[in-house]
């Protein structure tokens, strides 16, 4: 499966952003799919998981409350809405697909794999 990350970008801090994934070769219905982000100079870290049926959903403590992880298996596209942006959540985005079961690890990226080039987002104070 190949994975496309989009909708990065600048934005003040307070803003809004809305990142998606886009998969191509395999539907992703099959597949349990997450964020990670790294800022510059930072190892990789999670930011949000879901599993293939949404049913559910595992965040990292820094963004819960102010990000949303879904997906529309039909669209085969997963969302990472991010609001109440801080300049701390600076960092290239990307997301990554597994088969494993998130509930033993949705946090580990060795569980994952596929992965997606990332997208910018930059959170100006």
């Known amino acids: 499966v190949q994975l496309q990350a989009s909708g990065g970008g600048l934005v003040q801090a307070g803003g809004s952003l809305r990142l998606s994934c886009a998969a191509s070769g395999r539907t992703l219905g099959s597949y349990g799919m997450a964020w990670f982000r790294q800022a510059p100079g930072k190892e990789r870290e999670f930011v949000a998981a879901?599993?293939?049926?949404?049913?559910?959903?595992y965040y990292t403590d820094s963004v819960k409350g102010r990000f949303t992880i879904s997906r529309d298996n039909a669209k085969n596209t997963v969302y990472l809405q991010m609001d109440s942006l801080k300049p701390e959540d600076t960092a290239v985005y990307s997301c990554?697909?597994?088969?494993?079961?998130?509930?033993?690890?949705?946090?580990?990226?060795?569980?994952?794999?596929?992965w997606g080039q990332g997208t910018l987002v930059t959170v100006s104070s």
């Open positions: 990554a697909a597994t088969t494993r079961a998130l509930r033993f690890g949705a946090d580990d990226s060795g569980r994952y794999d596929y």
């Open positions: 879901i599993t293939w049926s949404g049913g559910s959903t």
